[in-house]
């Protein structure tokens, strides 16, 4: 059928209609595209197509510039002008807060753009892949799916990275016609992925054991850490392989051994090994120095993050005589941003290390007034009420996911005048920001961020307060 795109779905998908009034879901398309498509589903109410030909390209099409864009599908909005993109995610925060929030009066700021296009994540994810032949790549996931894609240019990793995994790989952990590794071992066998034993713990060969190599770099030291996933707690040579990468590329300061059995599950495991170096990269965001380990929670575009950080700063006012609770604080980054302009800050957050963390960042600010917490919400809040602690103002950062219940209770029982949220999932911000309105907050700013420019994913940044209270 010809279709002309009106719009993007929130799935990064333009979307028009067909004929028998269906809606109709297109990846690669622009909106004011007129396009030939073919249907590949067909939904109860809605149709699933794909580009045939452009009869007529919008406006604001451009020229892809990535040669796996469509097989990845990481990078949905390689093909249109960035302007397009930050009006198309200003509608999905618009749609989320008025569909699922019910709000229908909203005070939607101008969308935070990103300073960075290009190689602006400091964290990448290769899962390894096998090719027709056998030979393995380090590569990324399909979207929505466990197939590996390569994608030895892709736009929005650092070059280096593209490098040091490409080398691992093909180098150190399958030299082709060789009979050890690093010195050490036998030949590694060529098995497709599919068709290999399920790794056990005392299996040692990387074609059985290794399915992801994970790297960070520090913005403010260059520093980069590799973390070499893995399914058992060594593999022949691991050591003399750390010490090969750290040689050849300098910047590589940390080597570690992440021990994960499961890779269907989340990348990272709950064990490291440190094979080469100090085991952590040193990082600075909003003035809040970082020691950033294998596990840790960093925003993965730092300059943009700090934008987003300092709108927070400005959504929350924050006074010399406020309690300011920061929960979801991670390694304390946002709280402690904002610790010398209030009367005590406190930390709240689940992940022991992160606790640790916080701590440390905050010592070795110079900080007095700073207090971190471990543990869920509700334990904090009860910890807080049965203190006579009564925060003025609550941070929240919530996963994905968003809140919690118990969370969403547990501010409710302490009752700050003003809360902010910083959300990545603008529907779960808007389901969470309906339960609080209900309580009687109003919602008073509201402002877009993006911070993983050409992918479908955008921020945003909250502000309530409480009936009556000043801003």
């Not at 690669?28 to 595209?33: E, I, L, M, R, T």
């Not at 993109?85 to 990103?114: H, N, Y």
């Not at 990387?206 to 893995?230: K, N």
């Not at 547990?410 to 603008?426: E, K």
Request: net charge neutral; charged share 25%; proline share 7%.
């Amino acid at each position: 059928m010809e279709l002309k795109i009106e719009r993007l779905a929130n799935n990064g998908k333009g979307v028009g209609k067909a004929p028998d009034g269906k809606t109709v879901f297109v990846s690669g398309a622009v909106p004011g595209d007129l396009l030939r498509v073919a249907v590949t589903a067909e939904r109860s109410r809605f149709y699933e197509a794909e580009i045939r030909g452009i009869i007529e390209p919008s406006a604001d099409r451009i020229s892809v510039d990535c040669s796996e864009q469509e097989r990845c599908g990481g990078c949905c909005f390689r093909q249109m002008r960035y302007e397009t993109e930050l009006e198309a995610k200003t509608g999905f925060v618009r749609d989320a807060f008025r569909r699922i929030g019910g709000f229908d009066e909203l005070p939607i700021e101008p969308i935070l753009p990103s300073q960075m296009m290009e190689a602006y994540r400091n964290k990448a994810e290769f899962a390894i892949g096998t090719d027709a032949e056998g030979k393995l790549f380090a590569g990324f996931y399909s979207e929505n799916t466990h197939r590996v894609i390569p994608v030895p240019n892709c736009r929005i990793v650092p070059e280096d990275f593209l490098k040091i995994s490409e080398y691992f790989v093909n180098v150190l952990y399958l030299k082709e016609n060789a009979n050890n590794f690093c010195g050490v071992g036998r030949t590694v066998p060529l098995v497709p992925r599919e068709n290999r034993p399920r790794a056990s713990m005392n299996q040692c060969f990387p074609a059985d054991i290794l399915h992801h190599l994970v790297l960070r770099r520090s913005g403010l030291t260059g520093e980069i850490m590799l973390i070499i996933v893995s399914a058992a707690d060594s593999f022949p040579g691991d050591k003399q392989a750390a010490e090969k990468v750290r040689e050849l590329f300098p910047a590589v300061t940390s080597v570690i051994l992440n021990i994960n059995p499961d890779p269907k599950g989340p990348v990272l495991g709950p064990r490291n090994r440190v094979l080469s170096g100090a085991g952590c990269i040193k990082d600075q965001i909003c003035g809040v120095p970082v020691e950033i380990g294998p596990l840790s929670f960093f925003q993965v575009n730092t300059p943009a993050a700090e934008t987003l950080y300092h709108t927070a700063a400005e959504f929350a006012q924050v006074r010399p005589e406020d309690v300011v609770l920061d929960l979801y604080c991670g390694m304390g980054t946002i709280g402690l941003s904002l610790a010398a302009n209030c009367r005590l800050l406190i930390g709240g957050e689940i992940i022991p290390e992160a606790v640790e963390s916080a701590r440390r960042n905050a010592a070795a600010m110079g900080l007095k007034n700073t207090r971190f917490l471990c543990g869920d919400a509700a334990e904090i809040a009860e910890t807080l009420i049965r203190e006579n602690i009564h925060p003025t103002l609550i941070i929240v950062d919530p996963p994905r996911k968003g809140c919690s219940p118990e969370t969403l209770n547990a501010v409710l029982t302490l009752n700050p005048d003003r809360i902010v949220m910083v959300s990545c999932d603008p529907a779960t911000a808007a389901r969470d920001c309906r339960t609080l309105s209900d309580a009687g907050y109003q919602l008073s700013r509201l402002r877009p961020a993006d911070l993983f420019p050409r992918t479908r994913h955008v921020e945003v940044v909250v502000s309530m307060s409480r009936a009556g209270s000043k801003l």
